[in-house]
C-alpha cells in the first residue's frame, strides 16, 4: 500500500515542503492529502489525522508520523536504499545535528521572511537577529559542503553529497533565502542553486503557484500584485 502525507498548501507549508522534497527525490511512491491551512475548518481536518494539530502527516498503514523530523527519519528507516542519512557516522551525526537545529531553531528568519513561493525576489530589511540566524545558516551550508558534499563515495551537490534528511530540512530555508535576496557566501549560494535546480523543486513550486488560496495574514497578496 502506498504511503500517504498530509499536509497544508504548498505555498505557504514549510515543514511539509520537507518529507514532501524527500519522498520526491528519493522516488517513493506516496499519495497526497492537502489540508488548505487557517481556513474555516482546517484544524478539525487537521486533527482526524494527527492529535498534535499540525502537518504534516506521513500514513503507512497502521502508523501515523507527525513532525517532519520523525516523519524523514521514519523514511530514512523504512527505505534505506535511498541513504537519506549519509552511511558515515561522523557525516551522520553531523547531519542529525544540523538537521535537529533546524527543527528546533532559527524562529527569528521563519518569523520574520516566511516561505511565499509567490513572493517575487526581492530584498527586505533583516533585524540582527534574523542576521544571526542567516550568518549561521551560511556557515552550517559551507561547513557541511566543505566537509561532507565533495568527492569520496558521497560526491554530489549536496550538504553531504547525496540528497538526504539535512537537504530536506534545509529546503524551505533554501527557498527564504532566495525570494529574500539575502545574501550568503559562494560555496552556500551554489548548494542553493543545486537544491532549486531540483525537478521535485520545479514540481512543488509549480503546484504552489496553481493553488487558489492566499493565506489571510500573508504579507502580500503577491497573486494579485503581480496580476495587476
Ligand atoms: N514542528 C512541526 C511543525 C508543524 C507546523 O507548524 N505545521 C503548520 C503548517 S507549516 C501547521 O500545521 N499549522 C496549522 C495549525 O497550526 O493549525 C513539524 O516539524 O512538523
Redesign the pocket.
Known amino acids: 500500500m502506498a504511503l500517504t502525507l498530509v499536509f497544508?498548501n504548498k505555498n505557504y507549508?514549510?515543514?511539509?515542503f520537507r518529507p514532501w522534497i524527500a519522498l520526491r527525490v528519493a522516488g517513493i511512491p506516496f499519495e497526497e492529502v492537502v489540508i488548505p491551512?487557517?481556513e474555516p475548518g482546517?484544524?478539525e481536518q487537521?486533527l482526524k489525522y494527527s492529535p498534535a494539530?499540525?502537518?504534516?502527516v506521513l500514513i503507512d498503514g497502521d502508523i501515523r508520523v507527525?513532525?517532519?523530523?520523525a516523519i524523514l527519519d521514519y523514511l530514512a528507516e523504512r527505505f534505506p536504499q535511498a541513504q537519506l542519512w549519509p552511511a558515515d557516522a561522523a557525516a551522520r551525526s553531523h547531519a542529525r545535528a544540523i538537521a535537529a537545529e533546524m527543527?528546533a531553531g532559527f524562529a527569528p528568519l521563519r518569523r520574520h521572511c516566511p516561505m511565499n513561493m509567490w513572493r517575487p525576489v526581492q530584498t527586505r530589511e533583516l533585524p540582527p537577529e534574523v542576521v544571526a540566524d542567516v550568518r549561521r545558516i551560511d556557515a552550517i551550508f559551507t561547513a557541511c559542503r566543505e566537509r561532507f558534499g565533495q568527492g569520496g563515495a558521497m560526491g554530489g551537490a549536496f550538504l553531504f553529497g547525496g540528497f538526504g534528511v539535512a537537504d530536506a530540512m534545509y529546503a524551505p530555508v533554501v527557498s527564504r533565502l532566495h525570494t529574500y535576496g539575502i545574501a550568503v557566501g559562494a560555496v552556500a549560494q551554489a548548494y542553493m542553486q543545486a537544491m532549486m535546480a531540483l525537478p521535485a523543486w520545479a514540481e512543488w513550486r509549480a503546484a504552489a503557484l496553481g493553488e487558489p488560496w492566499i493565506m489571510a495574514n500573508a504579507e502580500v497578496d503577491w497573486p494579485t500584485v503581480l496580476r495587476e
Open positions: 497544508g507549508s514549510s515543514w511539509s491551512l487557517y482546517s484544524k487537521i494539530g499540525k502537518v504534516p507527525w513532525e517532519s523530523l527543527h
